[in-house]
């Protein structure tokens, strides 16, 4: 898969993503606002987990966020849900640090929910961002999501019992009747 951002792309993994993934993915700041299953320090070992498992799903729901000359410089990914959630889908990304505030991640957010919502026929594509992660809130909100609540002590990061926010994005069609 591959989606055409101008100076960004969003692409499959591949086996030669293995170093900048291991570069990109070591910094604190980025392990900090993500679930425990991305480790830090982040090695090649690692790298080369991730990308086999990414080579592996089906359907693929993992992506490389990538320069336009093909380095990879994040990823994005979203997690279907089985049965009565199965119009639902989690999504969850991080960019290197080096690439931050220049709008690549509510590029890629956008045209990863887009091809979720198409190819899985969602209805809903939703996040939970940490309560002290204004960076994601803001990301979120420019792709068209929308603040729906806060998750008073829903997660565990370092110790610390900490809030999360969930962000949803509903197809047009989406009833909030009850």
């Known amino acids: 898969m591959n989606i055409d951002l ?3 792309q969003v692409r499959s993994w591949r086996l030669d993503d293995e170093v900048a993934l291991a570069r990109h993915a070591n910094n604190r700041k980025i392990w900090r606002n993500l679930r425990d299953g ?3 320090p982040y090695t090649r070992e690692d790298a080369r987990r991730f990308i086999a498992y ?3 799903q089906n359907p693929e729901t993992v992506f490389c966020i990538a320069t336009a000359e093909g380095e990879a410089i994040g990823g994005i990914g979203f997690r ?3 049965d009565v959630e199965r119009i639902s889908a989690e999504i969850g990304y991080w960019l290197a640090e080096d690439y931050w505030g220049r709008g690549i991640t509510t590029a890629a957010l956008r045209a990863i929910t887009d091809y979720a919502m198409r190819k899985h026929d969602l209805r809903r594509v939703y996040a939970v961002p940490f309560a002290w992660n204004e960076a994601s809130f803001r990301v979120l909100e420019k792709a068209g999501f929308v603040c729906e609540g806060r998750m008073c002590c829903s ?3 370092e110790g610390q019992v900490i809030d999360q926010l969930l962000y949803a994005f509903t197809r047009e069609d989406c009833s909030h009747s009850t």
């Open 54 to 56: 990414a080579l592996s």
């Open 80 to 82: 279907l849900h089985e």
């Open 38 to 40: 991305f480790p830090h």
């Open 6 to 8: 101008g100076a960004w």
């Open 155 to 157: 997660a565990l990061k």
